[in-house]
């Protein structure tokens, strides 16, 4: 027994140490419930930062370097405390270059000015050997690569499919070849092939299940066609399939048709392009932004659009038809089993036994009557926007579910339909199912405003409610809530950071907790940047001069430092492109969660085998060949370590004999002083 006590008013105990998992027996009035083994995460940080961070932010002209060329970088000292960031201006910073294997080769002792930042330069040696580089202070360090590339001069792309096309149509796909000086390239060589992959099914969403039901089952894929063609005089090129299909008789059946196609220019440069068209009997999807959650207190706006199978807008039609459903009489608990396929209760027995589950399908919103209609619209869709679709007849409607239909047909005959349920929340009352007993409201606020939350579940219940800062616990407290949920607001302060509240019940001989996260919002330091000038045509030699506005969120001009760099853009098709946003963005210091109440502390399972399967291994062995002995080298190819780790250890090895053959001269030295006898001078005194 690691500790033992007794609970305090609110029957909360806390232990006086914290440990990574724990078996709880509880005790009452000589009632015992014995608990399982169970892992504890949460915060471990019981105290606030007390020292500021330094922290390093360095930035690169561009990503990639040939030897010999020259890093430009800019670095921003920062001081870091309990994740507010402070500019250091006036500190002492060295910044070290360093090769692929570790080793320095060159630095520079820099100061920041009066806006935190520095700045400087490195030349690249010639003999440097190639792979990823770093730029490294105390508090900070950024990578780049160091290689002997080759600048690409072009790069190819495949147009998005816009016509609609079926099964066993001709289907046209279109690309484009331009060099990075902005023309086509003509007289391109394209090499493509056609991958078809079928079986590919979508979803139902009035039943939110495939077709084919739980089952994977795999892609066939089969090659369809390859050629070779070449661009005409404006760099231009079109490749054209039959979309043979597999046969099928479904009508929301779809082939996946993968294009890979290698392009080379006249003097053999090679760039790869690829794309997916997606080819059904039907091809119309619709797009809506109906949320799953409606506050009535919100706009009452959503959006709707026509595409088709390759996601292009088109025009058609939609019909919005929203139906009032007949509610389920009482909020249901999730079995712990699956619901059997044969009944021996009947419904009246099977509810006065076990009132808190679903006897069949009445927890199944798809299962629910209409009562009403409460929305009958037809809109016009257009391919150039998306369609507004007015739901202000919800606003003095009944919280509940909400059954959504969408039909629409596009010019070319194509039909389809999407069915969802939303759940309407205009005043407290019971949640649509368990997992909603906790519905947020609010959770994305300003400095001096409440989030707020709807908790309850249809009927009296104690919930505990926590509030946290970072990984602090700050107030905790019982609520009782009764046969409605219950609007509960969290004041949000001036100075507040990372709060959060969590909320605890006990329903059933389970508990159910829902920890929320609070987003606060705070753009009063933010800067605003606006270009006062651009074009995207320059000529080669010709001096440029921009204008840039910086200001702050009331549009007040600022005195700023501003760091603009501009690289060659064809350099992002041989690396990844440089980040400055990426760089800058400082996550705050890490806050971990309180610690969450379990949700399963009063369950125990326990699983038995119907059939028991002895199972045979069989030992496959395997050939084993002669090999050298590298005496402790590795090699894990490319950026390598382990040559690096060879060296240190042949050092290692060299330190080690040295000291051995030091240490049996002393000996030696030692055991001839014994024998021959020590010569001793001084001075006799008596």
């Not at 999730?334 to 006065?352: E, V």
């Not at 000529?539 to 549009?555: A, C, L, M, T």
Request: include cysteine; charge should be negative; proline fraction near 3%.
């Amino acid at each position: 027994i690691s500790e033992s006590g007794i609970s305090n008013k609110d029957g909360a105990y806390f232990l006086n140490k914290i440990l990574n998992d724990v078996s709880v027996d509880l005790t009452v009035s000589g009632d015992t419930l014995m608990g399982k083994t169970a892992y504890i995460s949460g915060a471990r940080n019981d105290d606030e930062d007390d020292e500021p961070e330094d922290k390093t932010v360095l930035f690169t002209d561009r990503q990639i370097y040939r030897p010999g060329q020259t890093i430009y970088f800019k670095g921003l000292q920062l001081s870091v405390l309990n994740g507010k960031s402070k500019i250091t201006p006036g500190k002492e910073v060295e910044v070290t270059f360093s090769d692929v294997n570790g080793d320095d080769v060159s630095s520079l002792k820099l100061k920041s000015n009066d806006f935190g930042t520095f700045s400087g330069s490195f030349i690249i040696p010639q003999n440097m050997l190639g792979g990823d580089v770093e730029l490294e202070t105390d508090d900070g360090k950024i990578e780049v690569k160091v290689e002997e590339y080759k600048r690409p001069t072009f790069q190819a792309e495949f147009s998005a499919v816009k016509e609609s096309y079926r099964l066993n149509d001709s289907v046209t796909v279109k690309g484009t070849v331009t060099a990075f000086s902005g023309y086509g390239l003509s007289q391109a060589r394209v090499a493509y092939h056609i991958v078809r992959s079928q079986n590919q099914a979508f979803y139902n969403d009035a039943m939110g299940k495939s077709l084919y039901g739980s089952r994977y089952i795999p892609p066939v894929t089969e090659e369809i066609k390859a050629d070779t063609i070449t661009t005409d005089d404006q760099g231009k090129f079109e490749l054209k399939f039959k979309a043979t299909g597999t046969g099928g008789d479904l009508a929301n059946t779809a082939c996946s048709y993968a294009i890979n196609a290698d392009v080379t220019d006249a003097t053999g440069e090679t760039h790869s392009a690829q794309t997916n068209v997606l080819i059904g009997k039907n091809d119309i999807a619709i797009v809506n932004s109906i949320p799953d959650v409606l506050f009535t207190k919100d706009s009452l706006q959503a959006f709707l659009s026509i595409n088709n199978l390759n996601g292009q807008p088109q025009n058609g039609r939609v019909k919005v038809n929203i139906y009032a459903l007949q509610q389920a009489e009482s909020v249901f608990i999730n079995r712990l089993w699956q619901k059997p396929d044969k009944y021996i209760l009947t419904d009246a027995d099977f509810k006065k036994s076990f009132p808190q589950y679903a006897y069949g399908n009445e927890d199944v919103f798809s299962t629910w009557a209409k009562t009403t209609e409460v929305l009958n619209s037809d809109l016009d869709v257009r391919d150039d926007k998306a369609t507004p679709v007015d739901l202000n007849t919800l606003r003095n409607k009944p919280s509940g579910v909400y059954r959504v239909v969408l039909s629409a047909w596009n010019t070319a005959g194509d039909t389809t339909s999407v069915t969802k349920y939303i759940e309407l929340v205009s005043e407290p009352a019971k949640p649509s199912n368990i997992n909603n007993w906790v519905t947020p409201m609010l959770t994305e606020v300003k400095p001096g405003d409440n989030a707020e939350f709807l908790v309850g579940i249809g009927q009296k219940i104690n919930v505990l409610m926590e509030r946290y800062h970072g990984d602090k616990l700050i107030s905790s407290k019982w609520i009782t809530i009764g046969g409605k949920q219950q609007s509960i607001k969290v004041p949000i302060g001036d100075k507040d950071k990372d709060v959060a509240v969590q909320f605890m019940m006990v329903y059933q001989n389970r508990t159910y907790n829902s920890y929320q996260k609070i987003t606060i919002i705070d753009n009063d330091n933010e800067l605003k940047l606006k270009l006062l000038t651009f074009r995207n045509k320059l000529q080669p030699g010709q001096k440029e001069q921009w204008k840039i506005q910086v200001s702050n969120k009331n549009n007040e001009k600022q005195v700023a430092e501003m760091l603009v760099g501009m690289y060659d853009a064809s350099l992002d098709d041989i690396t990844t492109g440089n980040s400055w946003e990426a760089a800058l963005y400082s996550p705050d210091k890490y806050q971990p969660n309180y610690f969450a109440w379990n949700s399963y502390g009063f369950i125990n399972t326990s699983v038995t085998n119907a059939v028991k399967i002895n199972e045979v291994d069989y030992t496959t062995l395997l050939p084993d060949y002669e090999r050298l002995n590298l005496l402790g080298y590795n090699y894990y190819g490319g950026y390598n370590p382990g040559y690096r780790e060879y060296l240190q250890t042949i050092q290692a090895n060299l330190k080690a004999t040295e000291f051995d053959r030091k240490l049996a001269a002393d000996f030696l030295k030692n055991a001839a002083l014994v024998k021959n006898g020590y010569i001793i001078t001084g001075k006799v005194i008596d």
